[in-house]
């Protein structure tokens, strides 16, 4: 399985650490964590991920924003990560959408589905996907969203 270059962007510290072990968990490299919509443009421009997961409600900014910035570059694999996915297919309806709360095997489905979603062309005309994603461990635990 090739090892993927992940960039997060998440305002919440705690989840944004949860998701990187997860993500680690999976055998791929977290290349950046980021909270706020300026910081992930540019970390995508410094990093070149091969997948972003990105909060789409960013304190600073938005997640949606970043996301239309970072593609007038070019195509890059994202998922957007919301807890009210339906308004986020409304307003992107091609988009790769995970509903908080999530499992471990939701998010391998949206990296798989990212990867392969005609955005998964990358700047340098090659495709990432498909991948086999699969967690090495068995048990799947829930992403914890922390009450405000």
């Given at each position: 399985?090739?090892?993927?270059?992940?960039?997060?962007?998440?305002?919440?510290?705690?989840i944004?650490?949860?998701?990187?072990?997860?993500?680690e968990g999976f055998g791929h490299e977290v290349c950046a964590i980021e909270a706020g919509e300026r910081d992930a443009v540019a970390s995508a421009a410094r990093e070149r991920p091969d997948i972003m997961i990105i909060d789409a409600n960013l304190r600073e900014g938005s997640g949606l924003d970043a996301i239309e910035?970072?593609?007038a570059f070019g195509p890059m694999p994202h998922i957007l990560v919301s807890g009210d996915a339906t308004s986020i297919r409304t307003l992107r309806p091609?988009?790769?959408v995970l509903q908080k709360p999530y499992f471990e095997v939701d998010l391998i489905l949206?990296?798989?589905?990212?990867?392969?979603a005609p955005a998964s062309r990358r700047r340098?005309?090659?495709e990432t996907g498909p991948q086999?994603?699969?967690p090495r461990r068995s048990a799947v635990t829930p992403h914890v969203t922390p009450r405000s």
């Open positions: 399985m090739k090892k993927l270059r992940v960039m997060i962007v998440e305002d919440d510290s705690l944004a650490e949860l998701l990187a072990e997860v993500i910035t970072i593609l091609d988009a790769t949206a990296m798989q589905k990212a990867l392969v340098d005309g090659r086999n994603l699969m």
